[in-house]
């Protein structure tokens, strides 16, 4: 029951955030993931989550959205969102760097780990103040494209970099939400093609199996709500009205997986 209350909350929370902020739902809802499946299916479901929730954002935003600015971003972010899955593939590989115990706790240190929870760490400051202080040429917008679409292959942590760059790209804000939206269901997609379709049957016909797919449909349906939520605030809320709480789940979920412990 534990599972499904806090999916479901972070969910439901994240999902509302995502959709003025253009982060929030695989920020928050991979570590929750985390805590209950193994780093790559925690990853891989919320692919999937951040995929049909896009999906949803699209059709109620997607009217919005500069597609020129789609394209000139969103085309290099999918290209090199299947590079960033790919590479997480292969540090799945790679065995294990340390085991110890912590009281009751038994903390396994992998090189998934370590380079996802450093990663959630960079990107938890980058949150905290998206873009503040940062000047990016519109020039850059490919190359902003191509390094949060790989790192969302990665870790699923693609918003800090996204936000970076397409705030810079003199868009009013519902065009920037409809971006977001344009531009994350392009990299969901790349990512889950490069997880690979046989990584996703074995992982789901394994959950199904152990009965452990709930959280993750629970997800589905609390992320939608949120977004429906979200849709409705989208002129009340600010991003700094949640900027610290973020940052600080963030920073705690870093340090976890770099230790181990999750």
Request: charged residues 15%.
């Amino acid at each position: 029951m534990l599972e499904y209350t806090a999916v479901g909350a972070v969910a439901l929370v994240a999902g509302a955030l995502t959709l003025f902020s253009g982060f929030g739902l695989g920020t928050l809802l991979m570590p929750a993931l985390a805590l209950f499946y193994d780093l790559e299916t925690a990853i891989a479901a919320t692919a999937i989550v951040h995929l049909a929730n896009n999906l949803l954002k699209l059709a109620l935003v997607g009217k919005w959205a500069a597609w020129e600015t789609v394209i000139i971003f969103g085309i290099p972010a999918a290209l090199f969102a299947f590079f960033g899955a790919r590479a997480l593939a292969e540090l799945g590989d790679l065995g294990v760097i340390a085991r110890y115990s912590l009281g009751p706790v038994d903390a396994t240190v992998t090189p998934e780990k370590l380079v996802i929870g450093l990663l959630i760490g960079a990107f938890a400051l980058l949150e905290g103040k998206p873009g503040k202080g940062l000047s990016v040429s519109m020039k850059w917008l490919p190359v902003g494209g191509a390094l949060s679409g790989f790192f969302g292959g990665l870790s699923g942590h693609q918003g800090a970099l996204r936000t970076v760059f397409l705030r810079r790209a003199k868009l009013d804000k519902r065009q920037l939400v409809g971006t977001f939206a344009a531009c994350a269901v392009l990299v969901d997609a790349s990512r889950l093609i490069g997880y690979g379709a046989g990584f996703f049957g074995e992982k789901l016909r394994t959950l199904n199996e152990e009965g452990r797919l709930g959280p993750v449909y629970v997800a589905l349906a609390c992320a939608f709500l949120g977004s429906f939520v979200g849709a409705r605030l989208v002129k009340k809320v600010t991003l700094e009205a949640v900027q610290g709480i973020i940052t600080a789940m963030l920073l705690g979920t870093a340090a976890s997986l770099v230790a181990g412990v999750i």
